[in-house]
């Protein structure tokens, strides 16, 4: 789950985290109003679900961007007044963009120098893990990509958690130095706290910035949690913005299905996250391509079948549907049950390509095979895969 950078500031303050006072406003008048109160030199930031604001900009006046710098009141009200309502572009986006509802207005930093700090899981040591570097303002993959000695990393113990040494370690290797480094070095621990206590994806600040006072403060803040955590975060998912979120991806959630849109023309419905990787592998191994990942679970019922056909009906890159499935938990026939139920009350035109294998697979053939709909069968993942490329219009 996202949350909105000021957001992410707020969750920052209540741990001492240093950020740059400012509101949040949805109308141009309450910009103003906020703009007033704050006084001198201000910046205006679109809040959306999106990095590359600040070069993002709106399609009908290239010239306004995300992120912009005023001075006057008045000034704040106008690049509000063409933010809000209104789609801002950026590399994250796609083409569509996303509407900006709410603009944050806050007091400008006085800048000597720009970071770059994150805190993400690494997968392959089990380590929450630093990544930091002096490039900040840019996009850490480019960094990664063209600068990769610019990039520090530094694992976590989970046995003994964020230690003094962390932070030193880091702070010195970014080149702070005297009492600049112990302030930094405090700042990444407390970051380290957040991540843990949050049950967070990701926490990153681009850019941390160094003040030509002496002062490390975070400009900006993403979070990301993990949603498998978030029945012990109430207070947490209340930070939800639905208004955010891809329509079918809030749909798949709703329904406790996983679901996440890709840009093929072969929807995808499968029951269990394995089999839905391997299941796209194989679509793309006969020169397919994939338009989703879509996990029903193991413990799929009729109704969230339907939702999820009805979910990948809305894209309208979709040309064929092949569904995967695998009777465990979720027996054969229950699914062909489900499946059959789904493509009845959506009126499904297009060609369905289904193979199914495991616990009551001759039922479930059975019942798909008399259900008088035109259903192709497929033997095995190599014939679904071929056949659900064909239907769509071939491969590469």
């Known amino acids: 789950?996202?949350?909105?950078?000021?957001?992410?500031?707020?969750?920052?303050?209540?741990?001492?985290?240093?950020?740059?006072?400012?509101?949040?406003?949805?109308?141009?008048?309450?910009?103003?109003?906020?703009?007033?109160?704050?006084?001198?030199?201000?910046?205006?930031?679109?809040?959306?679900?999106?990095?590359?604001?600040?070069?993002?900009?709106?399609?009908?006046?290239?010239?306004?961007?995300?992120?912009?710098?005023?001075?006057?009141?008045?000034d704040a009200r106008a690049h509000a007044q063409?933010?809000?309502?209104?789609?801002?572009?950026?590399?994250?986006?796609?083409?569509?963009?996303?509407?900006?509802?709410?603009?944050?207005?806050?007091?400008?930093?006085?800048?000597?120098?720009?970071?770059?700090?994150?805190?993400?899981?690494?997968?392959?040591?089990?380590?929450?893990?630093?990544?930091?570097?002096?490039?900040?303002?840019?996009?850490?993959?480019?960094?990664?990509?063209?600068?990769?000695?610019?990039?520090?990393?530094?694992?976590?113990?989970?046995?003994?958690?964020?230690?003094?040494f962390h932070g030193r370690k880091l702070a010195y290797g970014l080149g702070f130095t005297g009492d600049t480094a112990n302030k930094a070095a405090k700042l990444l621990a407390k970051l380290y706290q957040v991540f843990i206590d949050t049950d967070a994806s990701l926490v990153e600040i681009n850019p941390l910035v160094l003040t030509k006072s002496g002062d490390v403060i975070a400009l900006d803040a993403k979070v990301n949690f993990d949603d498998n955590a978030m029945t012990r975060h109430p207070e947490l998912l209340a930070l939800r913005d639905v208004e955010e979120e891809d329509t079918r991806e809030r749909a798949a959630k709703d329904a406790e299905l996983s679901y996440v849109a890709l840009d093929g023309n072969i929807g995808c419905l499968v029951n269990g996250a394995?089999?839905?990787?391997?299941?796209?592998?194989?679509?793309?191994?006969?020169?397919?391509?994939?338009?989703?990942?879509?996990?029903?679970?193991?413990?799929?019922?009729?109704?969230?079948?339907?939702?999820a056909f009805k979910i990948i009906l809305q894209d309208p890159k979709v040309k064929a549907i092949l569904v995967n499935i695998f009777g465990g938990i979720a027996k054969c026939d229950v699914i062909a049950s489900g499946i059959i139920t789904a493509a009845k009350e959506v009126g499904l035109k297009m060609p369905l390509i289904v193979r199914l294998e495991g616990t009551n697979v001759e039922l479930g053939k059975k019942l798909l095979g008399e259900s008088g709909l035109s259903i192709t069968p497929a033997n095995d993942m190599l014939d679904a895969a071929k056949k659900a490329v064909k239907a769509a219009g071939g491969g590469k």
């Open 82 to 164: 063409a933010l809000l309502g209104n789609a801002l572009h950026t590399h994250q986006t796609g083409p569509e963009g996303q509407v900006v509802r709410r603009v944050l207005i806050e007091r400008a930093t006085d800048i000597a120098k720009e970071y770059y700090v994150g805190l993400v899981l690494d997968r392959e040591t089990a380590r929450v893990t630093f990544i930091a570097s002096t490039e900040g303002g840019m996009e850490i993959e480019k960094v990664a990509a063209e600068m990769p000695e610019k990039i520090l990393r530094l694992g976590v113990d989970p046995a003994t958690g964020v230690q003094a």
């Open 274 to 307: 394995g089999l839905a990787m391997s299941t796209m592998d194989i679509i793309k191994y006969v020169g397919g391509e994939p338009a989703n990942f879509l996990d029903v679970g193991g413990g799929a019922t009729a109704a969230q079948v339907t939702t």
């Open 1 to 74: 789950m996202k949350i909105h950078e000021f957001q992410g500031k707020e969750i920052f303050r209540r741990y001492g985290i240093p950020v740059p006072d400012g509101e949040i406003a949805t109308t141009p008048d309450e910009a103003q109003k906020i703009a007033e109160k704050l006084g001198g030199k201000l910046v205006v930031k679109a809040q959306i679900h999106a990095g590359g604001r600040g070069k993002g900009s709106l399609t009908k006046a290239a010239e306004i961007h995300g992120v912009k710098v005023v001075t006057e009141a008045k």
